[in-house]
């Protein structure tokens, strides 16, 4: 009656404030990790220019080599925290999750080791969802790690799937679904289990009870903006001294037939002789890619600014087959610079890169379709591939 509806009502506002909390927390992360990517793109692209015209028997290749690999682990970190920030570029497509987790099996139970037992059985007639299907590794390998670390030496770690049904009187949550069909995903163990205090802080990114240098604690932050970004939910049962249950509700696909994986387009990391744009206002990822594209063999015609990229479109219409462009700039954005640019250069590909992926497929409407979209940090070969594939749609309608 009267005090359960009290009680209710006090759920709601207290899912409402984290999820509040939580939003705010994505905002501020996502923003430095855009800013981080913008300068972890400089270290990359100066470290392999030097490399570049480097006798590998110098003392000091191993070391830049070091830096590189730096360089990418500091990248996955800026990943970690745009997918928390539900601004990870994904490409969906229609999983069977047994087949996805049985896939896994081996590589999670290296994961966890020896001492830990990893329980799953698949469901049958199990629904099919939409998703990216690196996301369901990350979410799985994350929640294993997680109850790897509650367990510390010997225990076990269940994984279940289900179909389920909630309506609005059963929608459960830390983070909440709507009513609707789910796949449910469910990762128990029996390790150390945790109070309620810490489980309300659980998927804050760098929260972590774990000893310094253990843990970065963006794993469960991570697992919550995959389920945020594909408007699922997730549900903690959790004591001290009786393990843990994380239950992850991922929307049913109810079209099977849509979105199924497109066949990758074969890479190509060679350069060319082609005229390339480069519209950019920060400066020094200006001057990376203009002597990366360089030393692949492209003449480039570099802009730091979105009038001076218009302008150089104008006096060299004939010549420039591609714009490389950034999408988020002071004065116009990247979409609306590649119209005014192919009003004088018709029918000429367009590569778009940022430091803040789907904010800017979302803001400023541009399409993601595997093909123009490079996002910072790239490696030379991971540019040169993009400028190559693009190139290859030369007059092909509607590129972005």
Request: with cysteine; glycine share 10%; net charge negative.
């Amino acid at each position: 009656g009267f005090t359960q509806d009290i009680t209710e009502h006090k759920l709601l506002e207290e899912r409402l404030r984290q999820s509040e909390r939580m939003d705010a927390i994505g905002q501020l992360a996502g923003g430095v990790a855009h800013d981080f990517n913008n300068m972890l793109a400089v270290i990359l692209g100066h470290t392999e220019i030097v490399l570049d015209g480097m006798d590998p028997a110098q003392p000091i290749y191993a070391d830049l080599q070091e830096v590189l690999r730096a360089t990418e682990r500091s990248a996955d970190l800026t990943r970690q925290l745009l997918t928390f920030a539900r601004k990870q570029v994904v490409v969906p497509e229609v999983l069977d999750v047994n087949k996805t987790l049985a896939g896994m099996l081996k590589m999670l139970r290296r994961l966890i080791g020896e001492n830990i037992n990893l329980d799953w059985q698949p469901k049958e007639g199990l629904w099919s969802v939409m998703m990216d299907p690196s996301q369901i590794d990350q979410i799985l390998a994350n929640l294993c790690v997680n109850a790897r670390d509650a367990i510390g030496d010997v225990g076990a770690i269940t994984i279940t799937l289900g179909n389920v049904a909630l309506d609005e009187a059963c929608s459960p949550g830390h983070v909440g679904p709507v009513p609707g069909e789910y796949v449910l995903l469910s990762v128990s163990d029996n390790g150390c289990g945790m109070d309620q205090e810490t489980v309300a802080q659980v998927f804050e990114p760098f929260f972590t009870t774990k000893e310094v240098g253990k843990g970065t604690g963006l794993g469960l932050a991570t697992v919550y903006g995959i389920v945020q970004q594909n408007s699922g939910g997730i549900d903690i049962c959790s004591e001290p001294g009786r393990g843990t249950t994380f239950e992850i509700y991922l929307p049913r696909c109810q079209d099977a037939e849509q979105g199924l994986a497109v066949s990758g387009t074969a890479r190509d990391g060679r350069g060319g002789n082609e005229t390339i744009l480069v519209a950019e206002d920060e400066a020094a990822i200006l001057e990376v890619c203009d002597a990366t594209l360089g030393r692949l063999g492209y003449r480039v015609l570099v802009a730091s600014t979105p009038d001076r990229a218009i302008e150089l479109a104008s006096d060299h219409a004939q010549a420039i087959d591609l714009l490389l462009t950034d999408v988020v700039m002071p004065t116009m954005h990247g979409r609306a610079l590649a119209e005014q640019v192919r009003r004088h250069c018709p029918g000429i590909p367009c590569v778009y890169m940022s430091g803040y992926p789907d904010k800017a497929i979302a803001d400023y409407g541009i399409v993601l379709d595997g093909l123009t979209f490079l996002a910072k940090p790239f490696s030379r070969q991971q540019l040169a591939e993009k400028v190559r594939e693009a190139l290859g749609r030369r007059g092909e309608v509607g590129q972005g």
